[in-house]
């Protein structure tokens, strides 16, 4: 009984509870100087495993016994020369309390070289399970896997792929080991896959070589068995695909989305918050979904972290124009509003501010009660971090990061939360951590100053330092369009003066503007224009004149503002560009609004494009200015009579549409009657045979009755 105690107190449920005590009291006793090493090693185990049992109820003596065993076994283990086996079954039982001197042991005895694959991923995991990060360590233990990677299973290489995730470790040329091997193997477990393929979207930024094989390969597995798939695994896979960009049309996502309604009833919270992520990824909007979610999400919802809650309304926000789910969205968002005003004041800055942002997107802001809540936690942890300073060690406040300050205050902004305390501390956080901001997190947080500028008084004096501080901290060199343009509208709406940034601005654009995108060179441009800069013709000519008209980069909008804007400063436009942007309107033709043909069509006729050019045009808004009519305000009927009143290319279909949608308008006063006879007048000079249409002389009409 004795021996068999030894060796197997790991199996205590072999032996009578007084069985146990009895030896494990006898061998405390002597010290367990008769046990080998490997005996000391599974001891451990089925002490610790003993003490955890909920089942069992110890009294003080038997946990002061316990205890005692338990650190003569660490005394043993921690003084002898260990052997990859009772390391191995040492890592199985791994706490806290022993891990500093069971990695001194890996370390100094030699052990890693005499270890198994198998010895190696338990060792990571319960590594990760006690989140000890040591990256040295770990490139040993992973390299020392390349010398017999022929003997890792797929479950061994799902549970130390999973283990990396939890030590954040992050080196690539490691990593590709593991992938390498995994490309090969063909029987992982539905949850084995699911892991994998969670850690190799995690991963994804790397660049790792193999990992596209290793995704090829799981894929190929899912595909084959998404119907084997757990609620649980469902949710993972999918949310994994979403991250690596596998697209929405390939066999394997189509697979998951339609076997959705079968697992969906049978999600745990984490797993419902998963899969709203990964179908708000997808923007899958799916009614047969929805009700399915929110029927389970009723049922689970105090399961939901902050974190899932974010992912929960971010796919809620899906909806909020789909008439279809209109009534059952407004019945869960209320249920969720209730249960933020629960949970909310325990949130932490980032469970504040991510679902605030959701909160605005689903236009969820009416619930008063949920708003205070929200907003007064975020003001509690501000006030916790407000005496907290950047040290050598640290240069992260322990709340409120660069990014979540940013959307704090876009969030202040959308549920119209005006409180200059909140203010007065947003401000003093940001001049305390900017130092430690990244570039994304600064131009956040300039563009949430600008969306609640209106609420802060001219009489606060730290705004100035602190947006002056956040415009010296920008580098323009890894800049992109985008982010340009949020400079741009910051700079126009927080008023704050500072020559450099227009100067820097200005200076891209003189250097390269073909490379920012259309949309943002507009919002560029509109801004600086806006801020009446020194010589802005000449910059907004050389700006339209060398910009990209690539088609798949275009924007309407954006070449809508940037024509208007041209034909408003009255600038040129060399006459080959003028061509080529004709021949770009022509091919984007049916992705363009109302308003943004009229002002595009409006704005040509002003720069003298080729009779063949305007011929060409006219083919293409014959067809489309019809079909736009109906949603057409009066100056964007206006503009379109401009324009073909120049090109005179319209067809008698589109005269006809254009004289009855002009006979509409109403003629409320005098300066709608001069327009509408200077209308006519000029429709009649372009196109003589306006004046025999019917809806044209009851026009003339009305302007003979509203004359006299």
């Known amino acids: 009984m004795f021996f068999l105690t030894r060796r197997k107190l790991g199996s205590t449920s072999l032996l009578p ?21 490997t005996d000391c090693a599974f001891c451990l185990k089925g002490l610790r495993d003993l003490c955890a049992d909920p089942a069992e109820k110890h009294s003080a003596t038997e946990r002061g016994v316990l205890q005692d065993a338990e650190n003569k076994i660490l005394d043993r283990l921690k003084s002898e020369p260990a052997d990859y086996f009772s390391i191995t079954i040492w890592a199985q039982s791994l706490q806290n309390c022993d891990v500093d001197a069971f990695v001194e042991k890996l370390q100094n005895d030699n052990v890693i070289e005499r270890l198994n694959t198998f010895s190696i991923a338990s060792i990571l995991v319960s590594l990760a399970r006690l989140n000890w990060r040591d990256e040295y360590l770990i490139d040993r233990l992973i390299i020392r896997i390349n010398k017999t990677p022929h003997q890792l299973t797929s479950q061994a290489i799902s549970n130390i792929l999973n283990s990396l995730i939890k030590l954040r470790y992050e080196n690539p040329e490691v990593i590709d080991i593991i992938f390498k091997e995994g490309a090969k193997k063909r029987d992982f477990t539905p949850q084995g896959l699911a892991t994998a393929l969670n850690a190799i979207s995690h991963f994804a930024s790397l660049s790792i070589a193999s990992q596209q094989a290793f995704v090829d390969t799981l894929v190929e597995a899912v595909t084959k068995s998404t119907k084997t798939l757990g609620s649980q695994a469902t949710a993972i896979v999918l949310n994994a695909l979403s991250k690596l960009h596998v697209s929405r049309e390939t066999e394997v996502v189509k697979g998951i989305l339609q076997w959705l309604p079968n697992v969906i009833p049978a999600c745990d919270g984490h797993s419902v918050a998963l899969l709203c992520k990964a179908l708000t990824s997808y923007n899958v909007i799916a009614d047969e979904h929805f009700n399915l979610i929110s029927h389970r999400l009723a049922e689970v919802l105090k399961e939901i972290n902050e974190q899932g809650m974010h992912f929960v309304l971010e796919y ?46 689903c236009q969820c802001t009416s619930n008063e009660l949920m708003k205070v809540t929200l907003f007064n936690r975020a003001l509690t942890i501000l006030e916790s971090v407000a005496d907290s300073h950047p040290s050598r060690l640290t240069t992260k406040p322990t709340a409120f990061n660069g990014q979540e300050i940013g959307v704090l205050l876009n969030a202040m902004d959308a549920f119209q939360y005006e409180n200059q305390r909140c203010i007065t501390l947003v401000l003093g956080h940001i001049n305390r951590w900017l130092s430690g901001f990244t570039m994304t997190e600064i131009l956040t947080t300039l563009w949430g100053l600008a969306k609640v500028r209106k609420m802060i008084p001219e009489s606060t004096t730290e705004l100035e330092g602190v947006v002056n501080r956040l415009y010296d901290r ?73 910009m990209s008209l690539n088609a798949n980069t275009a924007h309407s909008n954006g070449l809508a503002r940037l024509l208007h804007l041209a034909k408003t400063c009255a600038i040129s436009i060399p006459p080959n560009q003028v061509e080529s942007i004709c021949a770009l309107v022509e091919i984007i033709f049916p992705k363009i609004k109302p308003f943004e043909l009229s002002h595009i069509l409006g704005a040509l006729r002003s720069f003298s494009p080729s009779k063949a050019a305007v011929e060409s045009l006219d083919q293409y808004a014959n067809v489309y200015v019809k079909q736009l009519l109906k949603d057409a305000t009066r100056p964007t009927l206006e503009r379109f009579i401009e324009y073909f009143s120049f090109s005179k290319g319209a067809s008698a279909e589109t005269i006809g549409c254009l004289v009855e949608e002009l006979a509409k308008q109403p003629m409320l006063n005098t300066k709608h009657v001069e327009w509408m006879r200077h209308t006519c007048t000029g429709l009649v000079e372009s196109y003589p045979e306006v004046a025999s249409l019917p809806a044209y002389q009851t026009m003339r009409e009305k302007l003979k009755t509203e004359t006299t």
């Open 17 to 37: 509870k007084s069985t146990n005590f009895d030896v494990i009291l006898r061998a405390v006793q002597k010290g367990f100087q008769s046990f080998k090493y």
């Open 316 to 361: 809620f926000a899906l909806f909020k124009e789909r008439e279809s789910t209109e009534q059952r969205r407004a019945t869960v968002l209320a249920s969720l509003s209730d249960h933020l005003t629960k949970v909310g004041g325990s949130y932490s800055s980032m469970g504040i501010t991510y679902c605030l942002h959701a909160l605005a997107k």
């Open 474 to 546: 920008l580098d323009y060199s890894r800049l992109s369009g985008r982010a340009l343009s949020t400079i741009a509208l910051s700079y126009g709406s927080i008023g704050v003066v500072n020559e450099q940034v227009l100067q820097s601005i200005r200076g891209i654009l003189q250097s390269h503007p073909d490379q920012i995108e259309m949309k943002y060179l507009s919002i560029i441009l509109t801004t600086l224009y806006t801020q009446q800069i020194p010589d802005f013709k000449n910059l907004l000519e050389e700006a339209i004149s060398r």
